[in-house]
């Protein structure tokens, strides 16, 4: 499959995937896309007890370390819990912004059902836990609480003079729409190794799912995970130079033995330009499995508007660059295809060959 066939089967997931609302503990719409559509590709998939989405392209070797993408299918958003004199109380969930939580902030609650009811946010509560949000909502046609509520944002749009993508959900719903790509076009690609796709639950929260997972060895030990996230702008990981290999998050440093994947495969994306940084702005699923043993690295692609966070105090969607997530899945692909086949780069090559040369000139001026 060639790089436009790739990007293009990856914007067409990541907008199939923009149009569906939810947040942490309501991803169930989210998770029946994607079962969906692993299985119109060809990969089994398997669902834990919590939710969480394992599909698996299967390796020739039983024995070869198989490649694990990572990505989870909620963001931030808030809970209609009940209805009171006063309103629609409910909470927040995951980490929005301040002014997510200021009155006459349009909102859509989406019931059981899957419909979508416009209302807002009219303050808070007081300082009950859990409950400290009142919402108005439009007529009377929430049903049976609780459900999700997300703000009131573009499901999902592209601009191509400004090549950017904005989105109500970017994070993480472009790491799952990279994986889908990349499941599709490695599923008839025979490699040693094993691939797999995890969609977890609940990162936003806490990396529940991710947690959850990687405690009970959803994936096999040993297995290369990759993070696959969108990361909040910093210096050295702008938006529109590249996707970038993560070398770690807020609290952990990631290992070179996972990163090698990534640096062996960037000699196949041509002059395509990839960032290398220490995302620390946030914590990723990367580390779940790093401090659970597996060996770990990310992918980012650098996003704008983080959590939805505008200038000014202001509510905005989120926003990739075209060309970041088009160069960001194309480097997962080439990772995938080296699958059971512990690759070196070539700089890790230089650097685990012997310097005999340079070993007896030291050895004679220690003489």
Not at 40 to 50: A, F, K, L, M, P
Not at 90 to 99: E, K
Request: include cysteine; proline fraction near 5%.
């Amino acid at each position: 499959m060639d790089r436009d066939q790739l990007t293009a089967i990856g914007l067409g997931y990541l907008a199939g995937l923009g149009a569906i609302p939810a947040t942490s503990y309501y991803e169930q719409p989210v998770a029946d896309y994607i079962l969906s559509q692993c299985a119109s590709i060809g990969v089994e998939t398997h669902v834990d007890r919590y939710g969480n989405i394992l599909a698996t392209r299967p390796g020739q070797d039983d024995s070869a370390t198989g490649i694990a993408f990572v990505a989870h299918m909620d963001h931030p958003g808030y809970e209609a819990l009940s209805t009171e004199d006063d309103g629609v109380h409910g909470r927040g969930l995951g980490g929005l912004p301040q002014q997510a939580y200021d009155s006459g902030v349009a909102v859509t609650f989406v019931t059981g059902g899957g419909d979508r009811v416009p209302g807002l946010v009219m303050g808070r509560a007081g300082a009950r836990e859990g409950n400290n949000l009142i919402f108005t909502v439009a007529g009377d046609r929430l049903g049976e609480l609780p459900c999700a509520v997300v703000l009131d944002l573009p499901d999902f749009d592209y601009d191509e003079q400004t090549q950017l993508i904005r989105m109500r959900a970017a994070d993480d719903l472009a790491g799952c729409a990279g994986i889908l790509a990349v499941l599709r076009s490695i599923v008839a690609e025979p490699s040693p190794g094993a691939v797999y796709g995890l969609f977890t639950r609940a990162e936003e929260v806490g990396l529940v799912g991710a947690r959850l997972a990687a405690a009970d060895g959803l994936i096999p030990a040993g297995t290369i995970v990759v993070s696959v996230e969108t990361s909040s702008v910093l210096p050295g990981a702008e938006i529109g130079d590249g996707p970038v290999v993560r070398t770690g998050d807020r609290m952990t440093t990631f290992g070179h033995e996972a990163e090698e994947y990534l640096a062996a495969a960037v000699k196949d994306i041509g002059d395509s330009p990839v960032q290398r940084q220490l995302m620390q702005a946030g914590t990723c699923e990367g580390t779940a499995f790093a401090r659970n043993g597996y060996p770990t690295t990310g992918l980012a692609f650098p996003l704008g508007a983080w959590h939805n966070n505008g200038p000014d105090d202001t509510i905005r969607p989120e926003f990739i660059h075209h060309d970041d997530f088009a160069t960001g899945v194309a480097l997962l692909a080439g990772a995938a295809a080296l699958a059971g086949t512990n690759p070196s780069s070539a700089a890790g090559a230089r650097i685990r060959e012997r310097p005999e040369a340079e070993e007896r000139r030291l050895i004679d001026s220690a003489s």
